[in-house]
């Protein structure tokens, strides 16, 4: 049985001009993109901003997502933190709370041992709540190789991974590997790595466009490529924005252009240059376009 299937996005963080979090339109958000059709909810991750929510704020939008999705969906809740023993925590309150599963990198603040990784995954694993174990090798200091990602899927709650490494021919092997259910992490290889076996997709762009998202991952898990392909051509200059460090900025402002605004990012994050936000724009217009 696959645990995470689909599309699940990576919501963001809305913030009221002032910068608080408007739990509001979070919650408005969720109401929105489940009945557009997604598979599922991850809040507080990067794309969340959780580096700059406090802690109250952080349990608050964890709260108020599950009470929106109100069972409709699953939500999985993305559990970064500087310390092991914080990073449990955060998966002891979602399971608490009632989220179907947590998103786990591995320790953020250093480059550590392997024995470091596996014991911090072996704390969350602990906690008794099912794991997408979370590669990030681009932003954070530890890749989990698909023979790495064999030795930590040992441990009975890491069930997925969701591979952000930009390499599709990880997807093949960690499915060649091990037993975990594969999510592609970054939306520019959505088509591919659905082609190759991924079964799920932690997505960004699909908090402006989550009718697109959805039946481009539901085209391209069933072999429709011609019809994939075309709409892929579409989203493509769009979902290269998720793989920029700049993605939070970049999100939030697609979602403007979709009627759907959410407020502006908490600094470090701060306005994009004028010239990143026409390029956005037009490859908005350019996914927009076939309507």
């Known amino acids: 049985m696959t645990r995470f299937a689909g599309v699940y996005v990576a919501l963001v963080t809305p913030f ?37 929510l406090t802690n109250e704020e952080r349990a608050k939008v964890i709260d108020t997502v599950i009470e929106a999705a109100e069972g409709r969906v699953p939500v999985v809740v993305g559990t970064a933190a500087p310390s092991t023993k914080q990073a449990a925590d955060w998966v002891r309150y979602a399971r608490e ?7 786990a990198l591995p320790p953020i603040n250093y480059r550590p041992l392997e024995h470091e990784v596996v014991a911090h995954f072996e704390a969350m694993n602990s906690v008794g709540l099912p794991i997408i174990a979370y590669n990030n090798p681009l932003d954070y200091k530890t890749d989990l190789t698909p023979d790495f990602l064999a030795k930590l899927s040992r441990l009975e709650n890491v069930v997925a991974v969701k591979e952000f490494s930009g390499d599709v021919r990880r997807m093949l092997e960690i499915l060649e590997k091990t037993n975990l ?58 979902f290269r924005f998720d793989a920029s460090p700049q993605l939070v900025q970049s999100i939030k402002y697609m979602m403007e252009l979709a009627g759907f ?5 908490r600094a470090p994050r701060l306005p994009l240059p004028d010239a990143e936000y026409e390029a956005i724009r037009q490859a908005y217009q350019h996914a927009v376009g076939g309507k």
Not at 97 to 103: D, H, R, T
Not at 261 to 265: A, D, E, L, W, Y
Request: charged share 20%.
């Open 16 to 52: 009221t001009p002032d910068c608080e979090v408007d739990y509001k339109r979070l919650h408005e958000l969720c109401d929105w993109l489940i009945s557009q059709g997604v598979d599922g909810l991850v809040p507080s991750g990067s794309l969340g901003e959780y580096a700059t």
């Open 97 to 103: 709370a009632g989220a179907a599963g947590v998103m």
């Open 181 to 238: 259910e594969v999510m592609v992490g970054v939306d520019n290889l959505t088509l591919e790595g659905a082609m190759v076996g991924a079964t799920g997709w932690i997505a960004g762009v699909p908090n402006a466009l989550p009718k697109e998202g959805v039946e481009l991952f539901n085209l391209s898990r069933a072999g429709k490529l011609e019809e994939a392909m075309a709409l892929y051509r579409r989203l493509l200059p769009l």
């Open 261 to 265: 605004p959410v407020g502006p990012t």
